[in-house]
């Protein structure tokens, strides 16, 4: 009898925890999906993860000082990054290897941020799908391809053209990784990849390499050579000078054309680039970067609108999202919450977490009296040090 009693409350308390309101809800449920190892190589970082907790605490240190009384009726979120129109100003940051999170992996965010959402996301050189079941799975869409630094320019090359093929509207250069810092303890270090899984990006890469090889002359090489040999740590701004002859020339096809975007400021900005991601790599390169959102005024003043600005880094909230539109982003990243939401339940729970933030946003705007992006303005946004 006891028994089941204990049962049946246990499946209620289940069935209960199982319609997640919000992100922290997620993340919970992505927690009982995920093995400690994977988990701790999603949600992990460098060091003593002072940077991953403070890119979530730097937003609670941010007040919103509402404006009322402003017809929020219709509250429209849409705007636009590089001349493409998004349905909300939430794009999905490129993760590596999602496969170890659930068979959907990447396959599951084209279709749902892209088709059903109408947003952007970015997709990893470290992917575990390959540019053709992205493509398959979203051929319209906004999709941005995300590059390391590398030593044979001409495979960089083949990869762009190939992206620019499949659809691909942007190239991220991941400016952060001039070495990839690896996590600190051993079990943090080793996810449990699925033995089947491929890194498809890479796996084009080492087809177009050994070919060029091969027509030199020389022999061919395998994949754990080439993944060591090829990232270039001795990469400096010409390798930004050199993403150029692909803006917007190279892509003629576009009504805005393909553009590039890379990290860091007045440089980059000085060297045309056409968006720059204010981002410390969800904390996992430099420990003790500062959070993303207590710079990014300062950047944002120092392009002078040369280029757009995004953010991301510990971005859980629509409230988050809106603080970062006031201080100057034109859109946000979002990274683990994807994550947790594919751990949780594939497709359907990327587009719950988007669908999550889309709604807190709304609110947001309506409450504190923005009910357009442009009406986000930066003195709705205090650093709390205001008050006292
Ligand atoms: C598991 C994981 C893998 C990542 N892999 C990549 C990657 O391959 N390339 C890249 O540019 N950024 C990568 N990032 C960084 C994200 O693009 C983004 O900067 C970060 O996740 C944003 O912070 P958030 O997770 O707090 O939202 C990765 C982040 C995580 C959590
Ligand atoms: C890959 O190539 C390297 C360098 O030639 C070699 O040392 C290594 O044993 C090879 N690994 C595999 C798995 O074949």
């Keep these: 009898m006891w028994g089941l009693?204990?049962?049946?409350?246990?499946?209620?308390?289940?069935?209960?925890?199982?319609?997640?309101?919000?992100?922290?809800?997620?993340?919970d449920l992505a927690t009982l999906s995920l093995s400690k190892r994977n988990l701790d190589f999603i949600n992990g970082g460098s060091g003593r993860m002072r940077t991953v907790q403070d890119n979530v605490e730097a937003f609670g240190r941010y007040k919103l000082r509402p404006r009322v009384l402003r017809n929020v009726i219709n509250?429209?979120?849409?705007?636009?990054?590089?001349?493409?129109?998004?349905?909300?100003?939430?794009?999905?940051?490129?993760m590596a290897a999602q496969r170890l999170v659930h068979p959907d992996g990447e396959t599951a965010r084209p279709k749902v941020t892209a088709m059903e959402m109408g947003t952007c996301f970015g997709l990893s050189i470290a992917a575990s799908a390959s540019l053709e079941e992205i493509t398959s799975a979203a051929p319209e869409g906004l999709k941005f391809l995300q590059v390391d630094p590398l030593k044979e320019l001409r495979i960089v090359d083949s990869l762009i053209r190939e992206g620019e093929n499949k659809g691909f509207k942007g190239i991220i250069l991941g400016a952060d990784v001039a070495i990839l810092r690896g996590r600190d303890t051993k079990e943090r270090t080793d996810p449990i990849f699925p033995p089947e899984m491929k890194l498809g990006i890479w796996e084009f890469l080492l087809a177009e390499y050994n070919k060029l090889r091969q027509a030199e002359g020389k022999s061919t090489v395998n994949m754990t050579y080439f993944r060591k040999e090829q990232p270039d740590s001795s990469r400096t701004w010409d390798l930004v000078q050199w993403f150029k002859k692909y803006n917007p020339p190279a892509y003629h096809n576009q009504r805005n054309s393909h553009r590039y975007i890379c990290e860091d400021a007045k440089i980059a900005a000085a060297l045309g680039v056409n968006a720059i991601i204010v981002s410390n790599h969800g904390g996992r390169q430099l420990e003790d970067a500062p959070a993303t959102i207590d710079v990014l005024k300062e950047i944002v003043n120092a392009v002078k609108g040369q280029c757009e600005v995004y953010i991301d880094g510990g971005i859980r909230t629509g409230n988050d999202v809106f603080k970062a539109i006031a201080l100057g982003a034109k859109a946000v990243f979002v990274g683990?919450?994807?994550?947790?939401?594919?751990?949780?339940?594939?497709?359907?729970?990327?587009?719950?977490?988007?669908?999550?933030?889309?709604?807190?946003?709304?609110?947001?705007?309506?409450?504190?009296?923005?009910?357009?992006?442009?009406?986000?303005?930066?003195?709705?946004?205090?650093h709390k040090s205001h008050f006292h």
């Design 5 to 27: 009693v204990n049962i049946l409350s246990l499946v209620f308390v289940f069935a209960v925890a199982k319609e997640p309101l919000d992100i922290a809800d997620i993340e």
């Design 75 to 94: 509250v429209d979120v849409s705007t636009t990054i590089l001349g493409n129109k998004i349905n909300f100003p939430i794009c999905v940051a490129p």
């Design 336 to 382: 683990r919450p994807i994550l947790w939401g594919i751990a949780y339940d594939g497709k359907d729970g990327a587009k719950k977490v988007l669908d999550i933030l889309q709604k807190e946003l709304k609110v947001t705007m309506a409450l504190a009296g923005a009910p357009s992006i442009a009406d986000i303005v930066e003195e709705m946004v205090v």
